[in-house]
């Protein structure tokens, strides 16, 4: 059946399909009452629709052989397929009168869907952000990742306290994958190598008495907006090979065998939940190589099919793309198989290699870069150990040619950290095998080329460049914010879903009042919608007509959470004082995960949840001050969290957030920013304008060279209201029945060698929110920064992010 024919089955109505898929496929009586399997009903209808087109994108890449990119990521967040499905393929209208035949509507049966959630944070986000962006571009890209068996924990709050769930996000099956068990690929693990000369003298090596584990792929449509295009993510899943099954079971030992499937199957068991944090977890470098290997041996599978043994255009047609350090490895495996199984020279292999291969950094925190120990690499990966110790000492060379008798450069610059315990630099192997390495915000890529890769950066700066990062606005505003998409296709015409600069039209509306009012009026709607959902998870009553205050975002000491439990404690300081004069009454929400094995950040929600508690418990707080922290944040809850808030906290230490991404799907739902001069903060405020954005605390520059010079004791003691607010902190007022609980909160706050700079940005952010609070009195004043922050916003979609991945980095003219 070829998709013409394929589509014209698919021409019965949509309502036909599910009645069919719900009887048939499913097995289920009478639709009706159960949404789960209406559900599941309409998403295999839906995916009936996805099908034709998919296999028409595979068939065009076939035909018109285009560079090709590879998207290699340890994490894709996904969320929710359903509603994203609809959206693209242009069948809501479609699908709300099928349901309404069902008695039913697509709010209460997309929500039970359960989140794909594969990734940590915004690392994860943005590459299904950018999944999204390239098919709805058409661009000829494909994700590689891992089918997490469990994804991101599941976040419950008992008495103040993180306890985290397993998230078996697949136990009602995934109807949005395909298993395509005859692409499965071999993994080699363990064993040693052995060199010797082939027939004809070569030197060759063997990699040999490995532990082998099978990888299957898993396939996921990824569906661009109303152009025809359906993109696959390919989700990696490990199997036991069948002969280790066999050998177990002839020597006689049969549940051996059966154990020997659940060793297998562990490797894409289990998400690390560390966001910007490594703990050197063997398993964890089994995942990195399983994925990278799997995904190039796939890729070059492909090749060899069509062409046979020649590589020489092989760079031409492929370019790979690293999300961060964790898939670098592939930059070795690379070499390996085209030198051990492809047959290749070095020279030529390391050509093909490095001209395909693009790196993204993510981070300058030193805890989240990754280095393994060598002997780790040693027995799981020995041959790629080899060869890494071959690239490494090539391009040394190469730097002592440049910087002659320069040892300790060629010492900083080399993959391998000397020490008792020497180690793998992981960003090192990523910028010496990569032709392209980018940062993800203007200031980020300028501390990357001045200050952990300058080594590299006067090597060659030719290869850095900086993308900084944007959202999908199919997502995070055409889904999410009905009401704004709404008023924005009345006002605009429907074409800035594509093209997001289409919102600068908007500049000029702030002017409008009836414009004002709704734009307004939707802002509402969407804040009751919010304030439901803080009352179903929280139990804390928020009142529409107050300020909602929003941090949501991983708890980490960078992002400062704790900054602003302090400004907390200074309301309620203020309330209790009756010094409410200059004050907005407000809701303050907080939501985040933290890593389990990450004390600080675990003490950090439980500090937000006491103070919440002290407050939402006295009756004269009601009228000026709610705190909630909602449970389990996700991408989900976030799709109604960032069109219901009015201020948008984006407080990290100035030089730590590389970018943020939460900032942006804030900015385009019209709330305004609190922030710092960091990460994408910088180009947001430079976009709406500085009067649109309450800029406080010190900027990257002064962190370095303010640290350890500060005196946290001197700022508290010389700042009434800072004295005010550690006296409430320090006397248990939070902790009656707990005594000392908070005390390395505290002490953090107090020592002179803070690194997150908390104390001396204390007295800025509070003079920053009372500017918020001077601002949000005059509503019409806010209402206008509001449009102001939305039709400013249209530089931050992951259209234009991938454009110029596309343009300079993917595509880029001249290159080839
Ligand atoms: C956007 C997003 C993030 C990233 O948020 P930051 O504020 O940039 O750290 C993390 N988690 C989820 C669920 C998101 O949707």
């Given at each position: 059946?070829?998709?013409?024919?394929?589509?014209?089955?698919?021409?019965?109505?949509?309502?036909?399909?599910?009645?069919?898929?719900?009887?048939?496929?499913?097995?289920?009586?009478?639709?009706?009452?159960?949404?789960?399997?209406?559900?599941?009903?309409?998403?295999?209808?839906?995916?009936?629709?996805?099908?034709?087109?998919?296999?028409?994108?595979?068939?065009?890449?076939?035909?018109?052989?285009?560079?090709?990119?590879?998207?290699?990521?340890?994490?894709?967040?996904?969320?929710?397929?359903?509603?994203?499905?609809?959206?693209?393929?242009?069948?809501?209208?479609?699908?709300?009168?099928?349901?309404?035949?069902?008695?039913?509507?697509?709010?209460?049966?997309?929500?039970?869907?359960?989140?794909?959630?594969?990734?940590?944070?915004?690392?994860?986000?943005?590459?299904?952000?950018?999944?999204?962006?390239?098919?709805?571009?058409?661009?000829?890209?494909?994700?590689?990742?891992?089918?997490?068996?469990?994804?991101?924990?599941?976040?419950?709050?008992?008495?103040?306290?993180?306890?985290?769930?397993?998230?078996?996000?697949?136990?009602?099956?995934?109807?949005?994958?395909?298993?395509?068990?005859?692409?499965?690929?071999?993994?080699?693990?363990?064993?040693?190598?052995?060199?010797?000369?082939?027939?004809?003298?070569?030197?060759?090596?063997?990699?040999?008495?490995?532990?082998?584990?099978?990888?299957?792929?898993?396939?996921?449509?990824?569906?661009?907006?109303?152009?025809?295009?359906?993109?696959?993510?390919?989700?990696?899943?490990?199997?036991?090979?069948?002969?280790?099954?066999?050998?177990?079971?002839?020597?006689?030992?049969?549940?051996?065998?059966?154990?020997?499937?659940?060793?297998?199957?562990?490797?894409?068991?289990?998400?690390?939940?560390?966001?910007?944090?490594?703990?050197?977890?063997?398993?964890?470098?089994?995942?990195?190589?399983?994925?990278?290997?799997?995904?190039?041996?796939?890729?070059?599978?492909?090749?060899?099919?069509?062409?046979?043994?020649?590589?020489?255009?092989?760079?031409?047609?492929?370019?790979?793309?690293?999300?961060?350090?964790?898939?670098?490895?592939?930059?070795?495996?690379?070499?390996?198989?085209?030198?051990?199984?492809?047959?290749?020279?070095?020279?030529?292999?390391?050509?093909?290699?490095?001209?395909?291969?693009?790196?993204?950094?993510?981070?300058?925190?030193?805890?989240?870069?990754?280095?393994?120990?060598?002997?780790?690499?040693?027995?799981?990966?020995?041959?790629?150990?080899?060869?890494?110790?071959?690239?490494?000492?090539?391009?040394?060379?190469?730097?002592?040619?440049?910087?002659?008798?320069?040892?300790?450069?060629?010492?900083?610059?080399?993959?391998?950290?000397?020490?008792?315990?020497?180690?793998?630099?992981?960003?090192?192997?990523?910028?010496?095998?990569?032709?392209?390495?980018?940062?993800?915000?203007?200031?980020?890529?300028?501390?990357?080329?001045?200050?952990?890769?300058?080594?590299?950066?006067?090597?060659?700066?030719?290869?850095?460049?900086?993308?900084?990062?944007?959202?999908?606005?199919?997502?995070?505003?055409?889904?999410?914010?009905?009401?704004?998409?709404?008023?924005?296709?009345?006002?605009?015409?429907?074409?800035?879903?594509?093209?997001?600069?289409?919102?600068?039209?908007l500049a000029s509306r702030g002017d409008d009042a009836?414009f004002r009012?709704?734009f307004?009026?939707?802002?509402?709607?969407?804040?009751?919608?919010?304030?439901?959902?803080?009352?179903?998870?929280?139990?804390?009553?928020?009142?529409?007509?107050?300020?909602?205050?929003?941090?949501?975002?991983?708890?980490?000491?960078?992002?400062?959470?704790?900054?602003?439990?302090?400004?907390?404690?200074?309301?309620?300081?203020?309330?209790?004082?009756?010094?409410?004069?200059?004050?907005?009454?407000?809701?303050?929400?907080?939501?985040?995960?933290?890593?389990?094995?990450?004390?600080?950040?675990?003490?950090?929600?439980?500090?937000?949840?006491?103070?919440?508690?002290?407050?939402?418990?006295?009756?004269?707080?009601?009228?000026?001050?709610?705190?909630?922290?909602?449970?389990?944040?996700?991408?989900?809850?976030?799709?109604?969290?960032?069109?219901?808030?009015?201020?948008?906290?984006?407080?990290?230490?100035?030089?730590?957030?590389?970018?943020?991404?939460?900032?942006?799907?804030?900015?385009?739902?019209?709330?305004?920013?609190?922030?710092?001069?960091?990460?994408?903060?910088?180009?947001?405020?430079?976009?709406?304008?500085?009067?649109n954005?309450?800029?406080?605390?010190?900027?990257?520059?002064?962190?370095?060279?303010?640290?350890?010079?500060?005196?946290?004791?001197?700022?508290?003691?010389?700042?009434?209201?800072?004295?005010?607010?550690?006296?409430?902190?320090?006397?248990?007022?939070?902790?009656?029945?707990?005594?000392?609980?908070?005390?390395?909160?505290?002490?953090?706050?107090?020592?002179?060698?803070?690194?997150?700079?908390?104390?001396?940005?204390?007295?800025?952010?509070?003079?920053?929110?009372?500017?918020?609070?001077?601002?949000?009195?005059?509503?019409e004043g806010?209402t206008r920064k509001c449009i102001a922050n939305t039709s400013?916003?249209?530089?931050?979609?992951?259209?234009?992010?991938?454009?110029?991945?596309?343009?300079?980095?993917?595509?880029?003219?001249?290159?080839?």
């Open positions: 059946m070829n998709s013409t024919e394929l589509n014209r089955r698919l021409d019965g109505t949509l309502n036909d399909d599910i009645d069919r898929h719900y009887a048939l496929t499913l097995g289920r009586d009478e639709p009706g009452g159960s949404h789960r399997y209406l559900y599941e009903a309409l998403a295999l209808s839906v995916r009936d629709r996805l099908v034709a087109r998919w296999r028409q994108t595979r068939h065009q890449l076939r035909e018109e052989r285009p560079r090709r990119v590879n998207y290699l990521s340890m994490e894709f967040l996904i969320g929710r397929s359903l509603h994203n499905a609809v959206l693209n393929l242009d069948l809501e209208d479609d699908v709300r009168d099928a349901l309404q035949q069902h008695h039913s509507d697509l709010e209460d049966v997309e929500s039970e869907e359960l989140d794909a959630g594969l990734g940590n944070g915004g690392l994860g986000r943005l590459a299904a952000c950018f999944l999204d962006s390239c098919a709805s571009l058409g661009l000829p890209v494909t994700g590689y990742g891992i089918r997490y068996q469990y994804g991101m924990f599941q976040q419950r709050i008992r008495n103040g306290f993180q306890v985290e769930y397993p998230d078996g996000w697949l136990r009602n099956g995934n109807p949005w994958e395909f298993e395509v068990p005859e692409h499965a690929q071999r993994i080699r693990f363990g064993g040693h190598t052995d060199h010797y000369r082939d027939g004809s003298g070569r030197h060759r090596v063997r990699w040999t008495d490995t532990y082998d584990v099978l990888a299957v792929p898993c396939d996921m449509p990824v569906p661009g907006y109303r152009n025809g295009v359906v993109n696959t993510l390919r989700l990696w899943k490990a199997e036991a090979t069948e002969e280790f099954n066999l050998d177990e079971f002839n020597a006689g030992s049969y549940t051996d065998a059966v154990q020997a499937r659940t060793r297998a199957e562990q490797i894409t068991m289990v998400l690390y939940p560390n966001d910007q944090s490594e703990q050197g977890k063997e398993l964890r470098l089994r995942q990195q190589y399983f994925l990278a290997s799997a995904s190039l041996q796939d890729v070059l599978q492909q090749w060899h099919e069509l062409h046979g043994p020649d590589f020489g255009t092989f760079a031409a047609y492929n370019v790979f793309q690293l999300n961060d350090t964790h898939p670098t490895l592939a930059i070795a495996e690379m070499m390996r198989l085209l030198l051990d199984d492809y047959g290749l020279e070095w020279n030529d292999a390391w050509e093909i290699t490095h001209n395909s291969m693009a790196y993204t950094n993510h981070t300058l925190l030193p805890e989240a870069l990754e280095v393994w120990p060598v002997s780790l690499f040693e027995h799981l990966l020995p041959r790629l150990l080899e060869i890494i110790y071959e690239i490494n000492a090539r391009f040394l060379s190469r730097v002592a040619d440049r910087w002659p008798g320069d040892v300790d450069r060629q010492r900083r610059m080399s993959i391998i950290e000397e020490g008792p315990e020497p180690r793998v630099r992981m960003a090192f192997l990523g910028i010496i095998g990569s032709f392209s390495v980018n940062g993800v915000a203007a200031l980020h890529t300028r501390l990357l080329t001045s200050g952990l890769f300058r080594d590299f950066y006067e090597f060659s700066p030719q290869r850095f460049n900086n993308k900084t990062n944007g959202v999908t606005p199919r997502r995070w505003l055409s889904h999410c914010n009905p009401g704004l998409k709404a008023l924005l296709d009345d006002t605009l015409g429907d074409g800035w879903i594509c093209h997001l600069d289409e919102l600068a039209r009836d009012e709704r307004a009026s939707v802002k509402r709607a969407n804040k009751a919608r919010l304030a439901e959902l803080v009352w179903e998870r929280c139990a804390v009553e928020f009142d529409p007509d107050m300020l909602f205050d929003v941090q949501v975002k991983r708890i980490h000491e960078y992002k400062r959470q704790l900054l602003n439990v302090l400004h907390i404690i200074y309301r309620y300081d203020r309330v209790l004082r009756g010094d409410t004069d200059t004050l907005q009454p407000r809701c303050i929400l907080i939501a985040g995960k933290a890593a389990p094995g990450y004390a600080m950040a675990k003490l950090l929600i439980k500090l937000i949840n006491n103070v919440a508690s002290v407050i939402n418990r006295d009756p004269r707080m009601k009228p000026w001050l709610r705190v909630a922290f909602l449970p389990d944040y996700n991408v989900s809850t976030m799709e109604v969290i960032c069109t219901g808030a009015d201020l948008s906290e984006q407080i990290s230490t100035a030089g730590k957030e590389a970018s943020g991404t939460g900032n942006m799907k804030f900015m385009m739902n019209g709330a305004v920013t609190i922030g710092t001069l960091d990460g994408a903060n910088i180009e947001i405020r430079e976009a709406v304008g500085e009067s954005f309450f800029l406080f605390g010190l900027d990257a520059d002064q962190v370095e060279s303010q640290r350890g010079q500060t005196d946290p004791a001197a700022l508290i003691d010389g700042d009434t209201d800072f004295s005010r607010v550690m006296q409430l902190l320090e006397s248990g007022h939070f902790n009656m029945l707990e005594p000392g609980l908070f005390r390395t909160v505290i002490d953090s706050i107090r020592d002179p060698y803070d690194l997150w700079m908390t104390a001396a940005d204390f007295r800025s952010y509070i003079d920053a929110q009372l500017a918020v609070d001077a601002a949000f009195a005059d509503s806010w400013a916003s249209g530089y931050f979609s992951s259209d234009r992010t991938i454009r110029e991945y596309a343009d300079e980095i993917w595509f880029r003219k001249g290159h080839w």
